[in-house]
């Protein structure tokens, strides 16, 4: 079942020096339970249309409809409740001034979910569903490790049980042991709970470990989508071999396939 439609999708900048089109014309669907990455290099589009998805930003042109419903520029409290964001820096993202539990409330507190009681209850269930303890909630995010402050921002966005996840590069500022930790909580959550991601990343390495398809982007524009494994065994566009051909390797087959795409180029 189709979760979120882009169709024909475009937003265009205006600056000093003319219109900057930061998304071209895309088009594509998200199906209920899916991870779809959204993969390029900095300044390929992916955060605008990030942005546009969530409502921060208004398209240009084009329609994206949740669940067969097209989004209107003002969304109501059910379809803000229902696509939530874990944003990239897990320290930048909390409030410093606000303890881990009234960080994790605060769209309980916007959309009037429960009682004082009950709202904490539901943080306490949120923080210990990403491995946190309950009581974590009384601490300040100042106290907290990396990799504990991104599964408070995870807990944040579970709280108000929405139906999609946008995820902006969420372990990118992690070390590689925490950033493995996270993605095996990723993946389990979405089991768990019939999640879907939007995966936003230019680590073509993470898309491996959690992606069911992935979106390649370049220049604001759609060049390549296809499943995790069409991408890696087989891409069809130049750009998305130059990606891979990139990579960090692991072992002889990962080396054998970036050599083969390297020559294919």
């Known amino acids: 079942m189709t979760l979120l439609r882009v169709s ?35 300044g390929s589009g992916k955060t605008t249309l990030a942005n546009m998805i969530l409502g921060i930003l208004t398209s240009s042109s084009g329609d994206i409809a949740f669940k ?7 969304r109501t409290p059910a379809q803000r409740r229902a696509i939530q964001f874990v ?12 303890s881990v ?11 009037g979910i429960g009682d004082r009681a009950d709202r904490t209850r539901r943080v306490e269930a949120a923080l210990e ?17 990396g990799g504990q402050r991104q599964r408070v921002g995870i807990a944040r966005a579970l709280v108000c049980e929405p139906e999609l996840l946008v995820l902006d590069e969420p372990t990118s500022a992690l070390d590689v042991l925490v950033q493995a930790r996270v993605l095996r909580l990723l993946n ?10 939007i995966f936003i990343t230019h680590d073509l390495a993470v898309v491996r470990n959690v992606a069911d398809r992935v979106a390649v982007f370049r220049a604001g524009e759609l060049v390549e989508i296809g499943s995790t494994e069409a991408i890696f065994s087989s891409p069809d566009h130049a750009y998305t071999r130059r990606l891979i051909g990139a990579m960090p390797v692991v072992d002889d087959t990962e080396l054998d396939l970036r050599n083969r795409l390297a020559e294919g180029t």
């Open 8 to 42: 024909d999708l475009s937003r265009t900048f205006q600056t000093a020096n003319g219109p900057v089109h930061a998304v071209r014309n895309v088009s594509f669907d998200v199906q209920r339970g899916e991870c779809l990455a959204v993969v390029g290099e900095s």
């Open 68 to 74: 067969g419903t097209p989004l209107p520029a003002k």
């Open 87 to 98: 944003q990239q820096n897990p320290l930048s993202s909390l409030n410093p001034k606000r």
């Open 101 to 111: 539990g009234a960080s994790v409330r605060l769209g309980l507190d916007t959309y």
């Open 129 to 145: 569903s990403v491995g946190l303890p309950g009581d974590m909630r009384r601490r300040a995010p100042a106290a907290l490790s």
């Open 188 to 197: 389990d959550l979405r089991r768990d709970r019939g999640l879907t991601y």
